[in-house]
């Protein structure tokens, strides 16, 4: 019954930080509309407010959480999970720390879940089997979510990749500069691919140089098509080549990058169909073809 109650209470806090991270955007979107209803205002000193039960417990909690994660993976840092994040678009809406403690909940949580599965399955063995493999499954799994969102997101910016290029190439022989050709693919396009640009055009708008806005670029988006695209234009802006001709050559390397990649898949779809198929398809025939024959056989003998 305890290890019960301990698994509600830590499944019950991994859920509130799960809930925490989701409403943080619209929490920090309503204290800035509060600042700025209240701009201007004359402040008066207020009495010292009483710490609020998330100041007093939660947070520190978070924090032990987060340490607790990074000293049992030292190679991972503070760093490094929010580039995992930021690769995986989950930076403005998860923050490491959150991150990090909500991987040792997971943990926390599978291991007395485990324990509570061992405890009625059999005696100790069992339960230190059972705790010790829903830990380390619950601490594993965050990581393994967020490196198939970033692998899905890179997926889907290769194949927009093309058909951003080719706006981009449209808008500069047009006549419009690199920038503005940018704030137009931002203007008509829209997912993964869509959102890379426009924190790239942020950041050149904030005073950042193009050369280190599209190398922060390719470090968001690992893909080999994103960093020839970024390679070619800083040479490009560096030799005085014609925009317009580079992001043309670079659209259709891009499309038939993306083709091959395509025609690969399809390459390698019948060897990853065959374990299913003897799996689960050929024994299911055996048992229809083979079954009446034995039986009758069975009944001859």
Known sequence: MLLLILGVGVLAGAVYLIGEATTYPARQRAVSIRRAATYGRPRFRRREREETFRERVLDPAKSRLASAALRLTPRATADSVAAKLLAAGLSRTV?????????????????????????????????????????????TVPDFVVSMRARTRREHVRSELPDALDL??????????????????????????????????????????????????????????????????????????????????????????????????????????????????????????????????????
């Open 95 to 139: 923050s490491p720390r959150t991150f990090l403690a909500g991987k040792s909940a997971a943990g926390i949580g599978g291991f007395f879940f485990g324990a509570l599965l061992g405890g009625m399955a059999g005696g100790p063995l069992a339960v230190l089997v059972f705790a010790g493999g829903l830990g380390v499954l619950g601490f």
């Open 168 to 301: 981009l190439a449209v808008s500069v022989e047009a006549g419009l500069g690199f920038d503005g050709a940018l704030t137009k693919l931002t203007e008509h396009m829209e997912g993964p691919l869509c959102e890379e640009f426009t924190l790239t055009l942020n950041e050149i708008r904030m005073g950042e140089s193009r050369h280190d806005a599209l190398k922060r670029l390719v470090e968001r988006v690992p893909a080999p098509e994103m960093a020839a695209f970024v390679r070619a234009l800083i040479q490009a802006d560096q030799l005085g080549i014609s925009l317009g001709r580079i992001l043309r050559v670079q659209a259709a390397d891009t499309r038939l990058r993306r083709q091959a990649a395509a025609e690969e898949k399809a390459m390698k779809a019948p060897i990853k169909m065959l374990f299913p198929t003897v799996l689960f398809i050929f024994p299911c025939m055996f048992i229809v073809i083979l079954g009446p024959a034995l039986l009758n056989i069975s009944k001859i003998f």
